[in-house]
């Protein structure tokens, strides 16, 4: 329970006989529930005037992260997002990786369902969340760079949602990129084949819930191989799905 951390100690403070990796899968009706209150949420933003063609990445995911935390999930405006079932929605909150060796890694964007039942779940608490990471991609931000090598990276390397089985990237998309444009080719690159550890490449998901609109494309999906242990002897880290939403704020 105990590594050698930039502090010299480190444990999840839960004993290994209580938690299992990797945690449940939160399924695809929650990806898309949630993809439901991003798409309200940036609604919200442009009736309110926020200038989303041209504000920054921190700004865009704090009034982002506002209208989630502020309006929506207090308001109940979106039935089932809620305090009943959704505890805080956290901005940079930070977690350690999977092996305590970074100690203040910080997703943009984490959603955090609150469980019913008797029995306690088997579960690291903490690290128990669908992690979203948000990145811009525009003429500064490019898919391969910036998206890939600097966002979804985190999530195959064990910096962010180490544990669970599901993540989301969030792109802030302008200058007309497109997933299949630019992202698609971007991903075939050989070495980011490796380095990103692509088991299954871009695909859509199904379901009306995912297809496009006129804010968002519509929502695809990748699945990563994992190549770092899990600690306390719990074998190595499974495959990871990422889903990738990219909303126009050009």
Not at 60 to 88: H, P, W
Not at 134 to 140: N, Q, R, S, Y
Request: hydrophobic share 40%; glycine share 8%.
């Amino acid at each position: 329970m105990k590594t050698a951390g930039n502090s010299g100690f480190f444990t999840l403070g839960v004993q290994p006989d209580r938690y299992d990796l990797p945690h449940p899968r939160l399924g695809l009706p929650v990806i898309l529930f949630l993809r439901r209150v991003l798409l309200r949420a940036f609604t919200k933003l442009r009736d309110r005037g926020f200038p989303l063609a041209t504000e920054r990445e921190d700004s865009v995911t704090e009034q982002l992260f506002n209208v989630l935390e502020n309006d929506l999930r207090q308001t109940g405006e979106i039935g089932g997002f809620n305090s009943t079932f959704y505890e805080r929605v956290v901005r940079h909150a930070e977690v350690t990786n999977y092996n305590g060796q970074k100690l203040a890694k910080t997703p943009d964007l984490s959603f955090k369902l609150r469980h019913a039942g008797a029995e306690p779940r088997r579960v690291v608490s903490a690290h128990d969340a669908l992690f979203v990471e948000c990145k811009p991609v525009d003429a500064g931000h490019a898919a391969g760079s910036a998206y890939c090598d600097d966002g979804l990276i985190r999530f195959v390397n064990g910096d962010y949602a180490w544990a669970m089985q599901e993540a989301m990237m969030l792109g802030y998309v302008r200058s007309g990129r497109t997933i299949a444009g630019h992202l698609t080719p971007a991903m075939e690159v050989s070495t980011r084949r490796t380095s990103l550890g692509i088991i299954q490449p871009l695909q859509l998901c199904p379901g009306l819930a995912a297809a496009a609109c006129a804010e968002a494309e519509a929502v695809y999906l990748t699945k990563h191989h994992r190549a770092f242990p899990w600690r306390d002897g719990k074998g190595p880290a499974t495959d990871i799905t990422v889903y990738h939403l990219w909303h126009r704020c050009s």
